[in-house]
């Protein structure tokens, strides 16, 4: 199917920058030009205005030249600190290990005396956590000897949505009852998850929902959550999803980054 044409008229090249996608990285490049702009008279006479001015017009590639450095430069800047972060943490860890205790209510997979364990701290509406999920499952079939955690850190919930926190409790429910994965894949390939979407994953996978809404209202689940919580806020953890393998925390999220450092850790 061919869309029909925008029927909008046509802008310049400089106007669509602009309102483009990196409008922002555009309107301070804008900002940096104007800055030398205001200086420069006292330096190159006053003519370099309308000079530069009308150089830009006919040049706008400039400017996308100088916002896709500016955006390199802020990608680098947000590598550099997620690695600092994440070393953070792994320090902490080194220090006090009970930090990333594996409390035997988390769902867990693989052998119990795996050499190579794998942390995951996620919320099921993460975009992030939803995207690496399927590579995640299959690092686990992959690595069938490394031991993979799954700790449900429900943190999207604003106001009174809890959805968040449902799903986190019908995960812990359903793993009650031996069906945590195929829920798990379940919930992270829902968009837009709902309680009342919860419910029907929880019944599609073979989860007695009656067992399951009693298991989701208890106390205990809430107390699971709540001591992720809590370790959540003393490791230090910013967002989801966060990997630690073997208690070093993982920069990245992309499974590659993770199968390499899985793969590190077995010839360590």
Excluded at 96 to 111: K, M, S, T, Y
Aim: with cysteine; charged share 20%.
């Amino acid at each position: 199917m061919t869309d029909a044409p925008d029927p909008t008229p046509q802008t310049s090249r400089l106007g669509r920058f602009l309102a483009g996608p990196r409008a922002g990285l555009a309107a301070l490049a804008v900002s940096v030009i104007a800055l030398a702009l205001a200086a420069a008279p006292y330096a190159t006479g006053r003519d370099f205005d309308g000079r530069v001015r009308s150089y830009l017009l006919s040049n706008p590639e400039i400017l996308q030249e100088v916002s896709s450095r500016l955006e390199l430069t802020a990608q680098q800047a947000q590598i550099a600190e997620s690695r600092a972060h994440a070393q953070q943490m792994t320090a902490r860890i080194a220090a006090n290990p009970a930090l990333l205790r594996i409390d035997a209510r988390d769902p867990a997979f693989g052998p119990a005396d795996a050499r190579v364990t794998v942390v995951e701290f996620f919320d099921f509406r993460c975009p992030g956590c939803k995207a690496t999920a399927p590579e995640v499952l299959r690092l686990m079939q992959t690595h069938p000897d490394v031991r993979f955690v799954f700790k449900d850190w429900p943190i999207l919930d604003r106001g009174s949505d809890n959805t968040s926190h449902y799903a986190a409790r019908a995960a812990q429910a359903a793993h009650r009852q031996g069906k945590y994965l195929p829920v798990f894949r379940a919930l992270m390939a829902e968009p837009a998850l709902t309680p009342t979407a919860v419910d029907r994953i929880l019944a599609a996978n073979g989860v007695a929902m009656p067992a399951a809404r009693a298991a989701i209202a208890s106390p205990e689940i809430a107390r699971q959550l709540a001591d992720i919580q809590l370790s959540a806020l003393n490791l230090g953890l910013q967002g989801t999803p966060t990997f630690f393998i073997n208690g070093r925390a993982s920069a990245s999220i992309q499974p590659a980054d993770i199968d390499r450092a899985i793969r590190a850790a077995k010839a360590g």
